[in-house]
């Protein structure tokens, strides 16, 4: 049913809007989606209100029936989520089953985190976002992000969590347990030059990931201070029309003095 709902977004650009037990068909082993001509594409400013009432409907169908579910807020994020490739959609969903399996029913506190994330206001893009400057910093110090519940929709998951993955350990030796360090056996002078070059990559890789940063956070500043320019002008523009605006007494008046030039 959730990959069904997940390439129904995907692949179709889709939501279906009304998506319950009762719009369900199920025949010989397969489910049949029907009343799908109501359904909404993704630009509708109502879209990601009407998903989330599939996925609580959907949620709460299949957990009255005993079955071990995702909250709706991971529902949610699995159907939306574009950095999970097609082919790798299986394993996303053995690992989180193993998840749903290890914590049991679900809990109070996730209940109400899904009630306030149901009824949150969710961004779709970055342009909606109100203090871009303020979540790029939380997302590049590390600080806890749960309640960006924009970050998986606009892609911002993906990079957070490649940003966080630890360095790969060092391959392990069978025969000893130990690290294999092949520069261990080589002559002395190779591994100060091969350890210096490492340093100095590290180093530039360092440089570069901090520039790359600093340069989305000033890009989005720059976004910002034009949406508040722009803003601005508009409003003195509409603020110039209000005050050379002609009454309307004024103009029924011309247009009546106009109407007798004519018929003179």
């Known amino acids: 049913m959730i990959i069904a709902m997940r390439t129904l977004y995907q692949k179709c650009k889709l939501v279906h809007g009304d998506l319950s037990e009762y719009n369900v068909l199920y025949f010989e082993g397969h489910l049949y989606i029907i009343d799908v001509s109501q359904s909404v594409d993704l ?3 109502h879209a990601l209100e009407f998903l989330r009432q599939d996925c609580v409907h959907i949620y709460d169908f299949f957990r009255k029936h005993g079955v071990a579910v995702m909250t709706k807020r991971e529902l949610f994020d699995f159907i939306v989520d574009p950095s999970i490739a097609e082919e790798a959609v299986d394993s996303y969903l053995e690992e989180v089953q193993q998840k749903i399996l290890a914590r049991g029913d679900i809990s109070v506190e996730d209940e109400i985190a899904d009630h306030v994330f149901v009824q949150s206001f969710i961004p779709k893009t970055l342009e909606h976002v109100k203090n871009v400057e303020e979540d790029v910093q939380r997302i590049t110090s590390g600080q806890d992000t749960k309640d960006m519940y924009y970050q998986t929709i606009t892609g911002l998951k993906d990079v957070l969590s490649r940003a966080q993955q630890s360095p790969a350990e060092q391959p392990v030796d069978p025969s000893d347990g130990s690290s294999i360090n092949p520069a261990a056996h080589s002559n002395p002078s ?5 350890s210096q070059a490492v340093e100095d990559e590290e ?7 901090s520039f790359s940063s600093q340069s989305e956070a000033e890009t989005l500043a720059d976004k910002k201070a034009a949406r508040k320019e722009n803003k601005k002008k508009v409003k003195e523009e509409k603020r110039e029309a209000r005050r ?12 009546k003095l106009s109407k007798a030039h004519k018929t003179r």
Not at 190 to 194: A, K
């Open 190 to 194: 190779e591994n100060i030059t091969e």
């Open 203 to 209: 180093n530039s890789s360092d440089s570069e990931a």
């Open 244 to 255: 050379n605006k002609v009454n309307k007494a004024v103009k029924k008046r011309r247009k």
């Open 43 to 45: 630009d509708h400013p």
